[in-house]
């Protein structure tokens, strides 16, 4: 019996290509070998394709898989532009399809479909490339309170994130983000505990499953779960967190609902915010999890008894369904 063709897509045009890389090498070491032959697709920063180690267009790399997974990160790979080129090539693929893998990377779109959906998330005012900061951190103060989370609106892994005290930081920070998007979200900061939420489609008799919820505890001298301490270990993560049960089954709904409001395919994880109150804030929905070995999403599946090749072994085979 031959096996199945899978090409793992990793790198990318993106601010994110090496934590993309670490993902493809996770999936391509952790197939199943005898039931996939995995194929190592390296696109590389400046967006050109490689299929063993060779220069190659992505019709070529097509001819050569039965299937795609897609182990990238953020821009090219996660807004929606290579599941257009998979889907141009009918190549079946693993994640969320064009549309929503496009809204969910974009933050305030998201947000606005969140919102229409009744899932709480921190208000939020949006600045864009051609506001005068200064006046769009002026407003923001007007709506709410500081501290406040600055973010880019279209990057993953916490990319230009910075929390500001104080006007002036926040002037600063909108500058700063703006070099990373052109688009920024000045969200409230909700003080509390961070956690984040697994979603995985058809599994164990369930559309929807939502996976224990992981308790992030960043280090002391940090406010946010930012992109150091998401990969230098300087966090910890607690699985199942200590959350009371109905703080539990609140994230785990809003989980479900944000996935199925996007329309996302396959899997995806939720990150949140828990104030004192016990209020759920969710903050994004990522469409393509990160899937090395610090990521979360393999320790809440592990944490169920589900172990990295089968839950790949699962993704593969929602793709090819």
């Known amino acids: 019996m031959s096996r199945i063709k899978i090409g793992v897509l990793r790198g990318g045009p993106s601010s994110e290509y090496e934590v993309s890389l670490k993902t493809g090498e996770a999936v391509l070491k952790h197939l199943d070998r005898q039931k996939y032959e995995p194929i190592d697709v390296l696109i590389d920063k400046t967006g050109v394709w490689h299929l063993g180690g ?18 990238m990160h953020g821009e090219y790979g996660e807004d929606g532009k290579v599941q257009q080129l998979m889907e141009t090539y009918k190549i079946p693929y693993t994640g969320s399809d064009i549309l929503s893998s496009a809204t ?18 921190p208000p939020a005012v949006s600045v864009s490339a051609d506001d005068d900061p200064a006046a769009r951190a ?15 609106a279209s990057r993953g ?27 920024v979200l000045v969200e409230k900061f909700i003080s509390g505990r961070e956690a984040t939420c697994a979603v995985l489609e058809n599994f164990r008799n369930q559309k ?21 301490c998401k990969y230098d270990g300087s966090s910890r993560e607690i699985c199942p967190g200590r959350f009371s049960e109905a703080e539990s089954m609140k994230i785990k709904n809003a989980a479900v609902v944000a996935h199925a409001s996007l329309g ?7 990150d ?8 759920v804030y969710l903050l994004e929905l990522n469409t393509l999890p990160g899937l090395t070995a610090e990521s979360l999403y393999p320790k809440a599946a592990s944490a169920i008894g589900l172990e990295f090749s089968g839950l790949l072994d699962h993704l593969v085979t929602l793709a090819l369904k």
């Not at 996302?264 to 994880?269: A, E, F, K, N, P």
């Open 208 to 228: 929807h499953y939502a996976f224990p919820v992981v308790e992030i505890v960043p280090p002391p001298y940090k406010k946010i779960f930012d992109y150091d």
């Open 272 to 279: 949140f915010r828990i104030d004192e109150k016990g209020q």
């Open 54 to 71: 060779l220069k190659s267009e992505p019709h070529q790399v097509f001819k050569n898989i039965d299937a795609a997974f897609n182990a």
């Open 138 to 152: 002026a407003g923001a103060v007007r709506k709410m309170l500081f501290p406040m989370v600055v973010k880019p």
């Open 104 to 121: 969910a990377m974009h933050k305030r779109l998201a947000k606005d479909i969140f919102e229409i959906s009744g899932i709480l998330t």
């Open 157 to 183: 892994s916490s990319i230009g994130v910075a929390v500001a005290n104080d006007i002036y930081n926040l002037v600063l920070a909108i500058e700063k983000a703006l070099g990373h998007d052109k688009e």
């Open 264 to 270: 996302c395919r396959h899997y995806s994880r939720s």
